[in-house]
């Protein structure tokens, strides 16, 4: 089979019923020169039945043989097996927009970036509360920007490297391993657009120990049936920001300030932030992996690697 243009990684964990509405999105893409490959954390449901039940070549399964407990294993495995000029990461409970990959593809190459990232609506308790991450121009380390919007150069991870694991960092992987490309100089852009929809499985309690996963399923329909579902969800977005922008305006010059101290002396301002409210390296992660219905990073030998 020819090297498709692009390689999508989702990493997954014993979440079959949320991954059918992600790869469906995938599926429902404009640009259908891909490949998907889903990497499964040591998986023990059907996730491989749901994988092979859409019947389609250009989405693989690989299933890891131990559990790493997060997303850097899977994830550097799946770039490893990855064959096309440019990869994407998708996660397991998010979903794209048709236009995403046409978007992104487009603006790469407009910009001659390494790396180009749209922006992400995030539902947090209900489809009333969206949020919205990313931004345009330049990436900044203050930014959030979740993996599943960007897409970049395959050179690009060769010259990063891998993702580390979050038992080695106080930040969530994906931030760390952006964070590096960054202090490397690369080409990072952010383009203003809303291309990801995700459900935020880390405040919603037991959401990886319940098998049902109704806001997903709900938000899934919507986005396919509804045309302007996303110019509702942005409507909602903008108000609770500019609400809570009028809030806080002089709190947010001295954190602006505090951030750039840190940068300076190559410092992830947000490392900070998890050192002192979690405690540990990992301890992020772990409280995510809490609200979630799962217990704490297996940690080697019950040491602190």
Same mark, same amino acid.
């Given at each position: 089979?020819?090297?498709?243009? &692009?390689?999508? *990684?989702?990493?997954?964990?014993?979440?079959?019923? *949320?991954? $059918?509405?992600? =790869? /469906?999105? &995938?599926?429902?893409? $404009?640009?259908?020169?891909? /490949?998907?490959? @889903?990497?499964? #954390? %040591?998986?023990?449901?059907?996730?491989? #039945? !749901?994988v092979r039940s859409f019947g389609d070549a250009r989405v693989q399964f690989v299933n890891l043989a131990m559990n790493a407990g997060e997303q850097s294993a899977p994830n550097n495995e799946g770039v490893r097996r990855a064959r096309g000029r440019y990869v994407a990461f998708l996660n397991h409970d998010d979903l794209w927009t048709p236009e995403h990959?046409? &978007?992104?593809? %487009?603006? =790469?190459? /407009?910009?001659?970036?390494?790396? *180009?990232?749209?922006?992400?609506? @995030?539902?947090?308790f209900s489809s009333d509360r969206w949020h919205l991450t990313g931004g345009a121009g330049a990436y900044g380390p203050w930014m959030h920007v979740p993996a599943s919007s960007w897409l970049f150069r395959r050179e690009l991870f060769d010259a990063v490297g891998p993702w580390r694991s979050a038992r080695e960092l106080f930040l969530a992987p994906s931030h760390e391993w952006i964070f590096r490309a960054w202090k490397q100089r690369r080409k990072l852009i952010g383009i203003p657009r809303a291309t990801v929809v995700a459900v935020s499985s880390g405040l919603r309690k037991n959401s990886y120990a319940q098998r049902d996963a109704p806001d997903n399923a709900r938000i899934a329909r919507?986005?396919?049936?509804?045309?302007?579902? &996303?110019?509702? %969800?942005?409507?909602?977005?903008?108000a609770r920001e500019l609400a809570r922008n009028q809030r806080r305006p002089v709190t947010g010059l001295a954190l602006?300030? !505090?951030?750039? @101290?840190?940068? +300076?002396?190559? =410092?992830?301002?947000?490392?900070? !932030?998890? +050192?002192?409210?979690?405690?540990?390296?990992?301890?992020? =992660? #772990?409280?995510?992996?809490?609200?979630?219905?799962?217990?704490?990073?297996?940690?080697?030998?019950?040491?602190?690697?």
């Open positions: 089979m020819p090297a498709p243009t &692009v390689s999508i *990684v989702t990493a997954t964990y014993n979440r079959s019923g *949320v991954l $059918r509405h992600t =790869i /469906e999105s &995938v599926l429902a893409s $404009r640009f259908t020169d891909f /490949e998907l490959l @889903v990497i499964g #954390d %040591a998986c023990t449901d059907d996730t491989e #039945d !749901v990959l046409d &978007v992104c593809l %487009a603006a =790469i190459e /407009e910009h001659a970036a390494d790396l *180009v990232f749209t922006m992400e609506l @995030v539902s947090y919507e986005l396919h049936d509804d045309p302007h579902f &996303v110019e509702r %969800a942005l409507a909602i977005a903008a602006s300030l !505090v951030k750039r @101290v840190l940068l +300076a002396a190559g =410092i992830h301002p947000y490392s900070i !932030v998890h +050192a002192l409210r979690h405690g540990r390296r990992g301890g992020f =992660i #772990d409280r995510l992996r809490g609200t979630r219905g799962l217990s704490p990073l297996p940690r080697r030998g019950d040491s602190n690697a």
